[in-house]
């Protein structure tokens, strides 16, 4: 009988899987899956230089996650290092289990030497590629991987089905230890030294010095089509990438499917990721073709001009004769480092799906306006010192609304939810500017700006309108910023100041990409949309470590909703102390 009943179940499954999402999803309610992760050292060698670095279970990059939607993860990690530890899980919606989110002082103290703490969540209404990281200084440096999450079973993709699927994460890597560098740029209050090398899945690629055997290879057939899962998981650069001679096609951003496009070429920053389809030409067996990664540049700072290259090979079953092993290997053509044109055309292609399986459930009404602007600016330097900020009288500093964000000593979510706030948070943060100037104008003569542990404090279920609005204080920057615990709709973009009068007339309501992560353009602003439906404190913050570390983040604080099923419940026993 019970052999009948899952037969019955399968063929339903089978049988509809094409008409109704429904019944496909009343019958898979997910399964459970367990990792475990050790966080160790261990020493890795690239560019000719070892070093001993932080990793997951001595994997660099670390493991990956697969999942399907529906399943609930419960995720073990253990911390066998001298430094404190916590991962994030970005992009998962963390609904009701923000306690799980990982953002070091925001949702939970750091799990500290010889500790652990299991990271127990479901993943709701998301399939694609999310990466996890981790979320304390610059340790994400080397602690991150991809988190893949498959559709539910029978489901099928809206586009066609690929025959392989591979995950590309993008990764800077120095030859320094990561934490003395930031910690040094932050006693001198200068820009931090930059990285090395650019790699994809760890490898540096064929144009560093010493690295030609770190080379990450793709072995495909003629013919085919690959899904590649694509995840920048830089630090402080936005990259482009291109494979030389082939076309990609986006069907994805950040785990939500978009309308799909054609490029040479894709833009993505830090914390955001793409899947792509690759469709294979018929070329012959050993054609090899490399793909490159290198950034994208606004700002006055210096960065690391380096690009990573990986090669594209076409299987062949034998040996490679000599005269295709001499074929030159062609290079894709990425546009110049600072061609922001290319960026603004590609991100104005970005489209949600929105069709009647995936609709883009855009807010049409807005409950409160937020405005927020987002840049650099200073902190004095200290007296009797000499800095190597913008002046040696100034230290680099970064803020909204002119608020650079003081890392509390306990999380502010347990603060929260015990009503223990006192001393550890302000709910003052500002929702405007409390000066007003022209943003991407003539900068103002003072630079410096204030700080604190301030908040933004909502009810359950607020509609919110945020516009980011770049500055020129120290010179105007992309800035991508990240909201945890939500996707958002990017409704608008533009060049200058933002116009409260003209531009909401113009912005998209109906089709506009969701995302976690967005630029905030170079000298211009973004407009984007959410409803806050996860009760919690949720961390939002530039995804330029550099720009983090120097205060450009705050916080969402989202108050419980009336109904039992609104309301956060209450932490793991294991959630770690400070
Ligand atoms: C890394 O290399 C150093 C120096 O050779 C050695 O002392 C250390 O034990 C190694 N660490 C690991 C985790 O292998
Ligand atoms: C994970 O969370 C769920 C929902 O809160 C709970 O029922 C379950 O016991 C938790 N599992 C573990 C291992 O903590
Ligand atoms: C940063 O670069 C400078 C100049 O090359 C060097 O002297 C310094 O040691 C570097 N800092 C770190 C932490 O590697
Ligand atoms: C690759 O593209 C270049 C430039 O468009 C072209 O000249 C060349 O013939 C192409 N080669 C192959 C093998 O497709
Ligand atoms: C990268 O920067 C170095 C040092 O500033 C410079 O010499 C080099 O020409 C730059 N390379 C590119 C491709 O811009
Ligand atoms: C961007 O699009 C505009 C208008 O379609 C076009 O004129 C411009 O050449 C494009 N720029 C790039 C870099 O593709
Ligand atoms: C700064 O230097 C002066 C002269 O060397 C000294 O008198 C003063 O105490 C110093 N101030 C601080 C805050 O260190
Ligand atoms: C600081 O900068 C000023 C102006 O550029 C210069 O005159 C002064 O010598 C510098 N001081 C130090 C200690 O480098
Ligand atoms: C802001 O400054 C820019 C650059 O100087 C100028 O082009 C623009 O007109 C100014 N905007 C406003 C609103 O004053
Ligand atoms: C800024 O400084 C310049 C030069 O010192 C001065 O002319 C100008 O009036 C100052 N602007 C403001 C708003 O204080
Ligand atoms: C915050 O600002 C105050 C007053 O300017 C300053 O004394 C303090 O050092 C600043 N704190 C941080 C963490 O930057
Ligand atoms: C680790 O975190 C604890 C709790 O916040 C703190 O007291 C301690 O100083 C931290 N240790 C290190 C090495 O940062
Ligand atoms: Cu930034």
Known sequence: MATLRLFVAIFSIAAFSGFSNNIVEAAYNGITRHY????????????????????????????????????????KVVNHVQNNISIHWHGIRQLRSGWADGPAYITQCPIQTGQSYVYNFTIVGQRGTLWWHAHISWLRSTLYGPIIILPKPEIPYPFPHPYKEVPMVFGEWWNADTEAVINQALQTGGGPNVSDAYTINGLPGPLYNCSAKDTFKLKVKPGKTYLLRIVNAALNDELFFSIANHTLTVVDVDAVYVKPFETDIIIITPGQTSNVLLKTKPYYPGARFLMMARPYVTGNGTFDNSTVAGILEYHH????????????????????????????????????????????????????????????????CPRNQTCQGPTNKTMFSAAINNVSFVMPTKALLQTHFLHQSNGVYTTNFPTSPQNQFNYTGTPPNNTNVMNGTKVVVIPYNTSVELVMQDTSILGTESHPLHLHGFNFFVVGQGFGNFNPINDPAKFNLVDPVERNTVGVPDGGWVAIRFLADNPGVWFMHCHLEVHTSWGLKMAWVVLDGQLPNQKLPPAPTDLPKC
């Open 317 to 380: 079953h034998t040996t490679p004769s000599t005269s295709t092993k001499k074929l030159p290997l062609l290079k894709p053509n990425l546009p110049a480092l600072r061609d922001t044109s290319f960026v603004t055309n590609y991100t104005n292609k970005l489209r949600s799906l929105n069709n009647a399986k995936f609709p883009a459930n855009v807010p049409k009404n807005v409950d409160r306006h937020f405005f927020f602007t987002v840049g650099l600016g200073t902190n004095p």
């Open 36 to 75: 475990k992760f050790d966080i160790k050292m261990q020493n890795v060698t690239r560019l000719c230089h070892t070093k001993s670095i932080v990793t997951v279970n001595g994997e660099f990059p670390g493991p990956r996650i697969v999942a399907r939607e529906g399943d609930r993860l419960l995720i």
